[in-house]
């Protein structure tokens, strides 16, 4: 049932490795990578982590959530390169999700390099908007270096459920003018996803038809339609339904 769901959906090949890159520290890198760990396991996929934060917040959280037992989360080590990391993971698991520290770092130009996707969070603030135009510079260096290109996309943080700001389309506006993508969804601030982080709790596991998980779902279907051949597997919010 999992095999025959898999082969509908786009990120079956090739085996998508998604990460949350931004230099500015707190802008939502790791609870973007928690919801979408998270939602990747809910669809039944089988989900690594690699946790580039010498907070290592990952594990913690993924340890709380009983739903999420399966999930791998590696650290980098003195015996495990970071492209040994991924290389390993990814030729085991159906996604790879990659949690980075708030700054420009070595690991995040290797991450960067082994992508299929990179999203970069960002708040409505002028440090986020600047790191987050820094981080699409640097992110199109990697592309050089590679000879490829790398689906990628701003997603907003923190916004409000219930109100739009000048803020917003000013920050929107910024990013636009360099041609930088903005994802159509946004995540928005919510104490469940806060509270999450205290009993593993993740919305989009928990409650379905909730606001807060509904906001998840809305996100990660835009940051799965940037991965190449998604437009070729439309099915992919109906073959959602399917999951457990
Ligand atoms: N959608 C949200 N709703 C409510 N709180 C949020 C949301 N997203 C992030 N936060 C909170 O904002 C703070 C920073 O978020 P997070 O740790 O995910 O950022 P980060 O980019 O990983 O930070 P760092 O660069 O330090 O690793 C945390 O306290 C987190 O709980
Ligand atoms: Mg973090």
Redesign the pocket.
């Known amino acids: 049932m999992l095999e025959c769901w898999h082969d509908s959906t786009p990120w079956k090949r090739p085996l998508p490795i998604l990460t949350?890159a931004?230099t500015?520290?707190?802008?939502?890198?790791?609870?973007?990578?928690?919801v979408l760990i998270a939602e990747f396991t809910w669809r039944g996929a089988s989900v690594a982590a690699l946790d580039l934060?010498p907070?290592r917040?990952l594990g913690r959280f993924v340890a709380r959530a009983p739903a999420l037992a399966g999930v791998e989360v590696a650290v980098p080590g003195p015996d495990a390169r970071v492209s040994e990391l991924i290389a390993d993971l990814s030729s085991r698991r159906d996604v790879v999700i990659i949690?980075?520290?708030?700054?420009a770092t070595p690991d995040m130009l290797v991450a960067i390099g082994f992508s299929d996707v990179v999203v970069i969070?960002s708040q409505l603030s002028e440090p986020d908007v600047r790191c987050g135009i820094e981080t699409w510079q640097m992110i199109r260096e990697v592309e050089r270096m590679g000879r490829r290109e790398i689906a990628k996309a701003v997603l907003f943080?923190?916004t409000s459920p219930t109100l739009r700001t000048r803020a917003q389309e000013h920050a929107r506006r910024q990013y636009e003018k360099l041609g930088i993508r903005v994802l159509p969804a946004e995540?928005?601030?919510?104490?469940?996803?806060?509270e999450m982080?205290f009993n593993g709790s993740a919305p989009n596991l928990d409650d379905r038809d909730g606001n807060a998980a509904r906001n998840v779902i809305a996100l990660f279907e835009a940051i799965v339609a940037l991965l190449p051949g998604a437009a070729a597997a439309p099915g992919l919010a109906a073959t959602a339904e399917a999951a457990p």
């Open positions: 949350l931004q500015k520290g707190g802008s939502g890198k790791t609870t973007t990578a928690e934060d907070n917040p949690d980075l520290m708030g700054a969070p943080t923190r995540f928005m601030e919510r104490t469940a996803f806060k982080t």
